[in-house]
Nanobody, 127 residues
Framework: QVQLVESGGGLVQAGGSLRLSCAAS????????MGWFRQAPGKEREFVAA????????VPVDSVKDRFTVSRDNDKNTLYLQMNSLKPEDTAVYSC????????????????????WGQGTQVTVSS
């Protein structure tokens, strides 16, 4: 078992920045592949970015590729998502997820491959 708790969400104006954190507890953080997903009202859950247990980054989805950066600190058991140049269309609930399976780049994009999820943190970007 691993417990995931996100933080860092909030209300920000377009063009602003936020850094989301996902604190993990319960099992050794470094054995998990980690991902960030988001879900806007009325839309399906969308892959945002992912990073393997070894630090390999799966290229984020095109809509955020040049603005969002995923990273992890295994010593602090924490996953991060740095979000810059935020747009109103980035408004969503952002959730982190952990997979105990070894995933390839494609596998990290699929939410069904993750077996642990946080409760999510709301990000709202005003225009």
């Amino acid at each position: 078992q691993v417990q995931l708790v996100e933080s860092g969400g909030g209300l920000v104006q377009a063009g602003g920045s936020l850094r989301l954190s996902c604190a993990a507890s319960g099992r050794t953080f470094s054995i998990f592949d980690m991902g960030w997903f988001r879900q806007a009202p009325g839309k399906e859950r969308e892959f945002v970015a992912a990073i393997s247990r070894g630090g390999t980054i799966t290229v984020p989805v095109d809509s955020v590729k040049d603005r969002f950066t995923v990273s992890r600190d295994n010593d602090k058991n924490t996953l991060y998502l740095q979000m810059n140049s935020l747009k109103p269309e980035d408004t969503a609930v952002y959730s982190c997820a952990a997979s105990s399976s070894i995933l390839g780049s494609g596998g990290r994009r699929r939410p069904t491959n993750y077996n642990y999820w946080g409760q999510g943190t709301q990000v709202t970007v005003s225009s």
